[in-house]
């Protein structure tokens, strides 16, 4: 595990020195090259903090002292960094959610703000087919106007993985109320879950 954390270390210092060397040798306005250097010393410093947490969990560390020191629960500090083994199987699972997923959500909640109730039910898998229909989908949408107002914007969507299912949570912000709406997206990219919950996920 030691050699895990060294080896991340001399990434990111290798990542340093090149985004040095880049700065000195390039255009000081080639932003674009000096932003792509940040992006990967910030990828390296994750596995910098990855290696660590690994360490630390091997180590005894629970989930709770990492996440209190990442400063978010214990619950997303292992969705970011366990590795679940699936108990079926026997094997560690997928814990990476849908590349897309973000774009995705963005897109059902658009579609669903400017009402086209037949583009949402088109993405949903065969059991949400049957058991949310158009109508229904649109009264419960006029249902939260009626309760909240206008719709006024969306944050950008969280997304993490479950299981065999991306979940994404997004802040939707109406005249008078916050609510979080939570897509569940099998790997088909097919919707199995579409939940507007009332208050705004922490």
Not at 44 to 61: I, L, P
Not at 105 to 111: E, P
């Amino acid at each position: 595990m030691q050699d895990k954390l060294t080896e991340a270390m001399r990434a990111l210092e290798a990542r340093r020195e090149a985004f040095l060397a880049a700065r000195v040798l390039t255009a000081s306005d080639d932003w674009v090259g000096a932003i792509r250097h940040a992006i990967g010393i910030q990828a390296a410093a994750d596995d910098v903090v990855r290696a660590v947490v690994e360490q630390a969990r091997q180590r005894g560390a629970t989930w709770q002292v990492v996440g209190d020191a990442l400063g978010v629960s214990r619950q997303a500090a292992f969705q970011r960094y366990g590795k679940p083994i699936d108990p079926r199987t026997g094997e560690p699972m997928n814990t990476t959610p849908l590349p897309e997923a973000a774009d995705l959500a963005t897109a059902v909640l658009d579609d669903l703000v400017a009402g086209r109730w037949a583009k949402v039910t088109e993405r949903f898998d065969p059991t949400m087919r049957d058991g949310l229909s158009e109508d229904a989908l649109a009264a419960a949408w006029a249902q939260i106007v009626g309760m909240a107002g206008a719709f006024e914007s969306h944050g950008p969507p969280e997304a993490a993985r479950a299981g065999d299912m991306t979940i994404t949570n997004t802040a939707l912000a109406m005249e008078a109320g916050d609510y979080t709406v939570r897509i569940t997206f099998r790997d088909d990219r097919s919707i199995s879950g579409l939940f507007i919950l009332d208050g705004q996920k922490p």
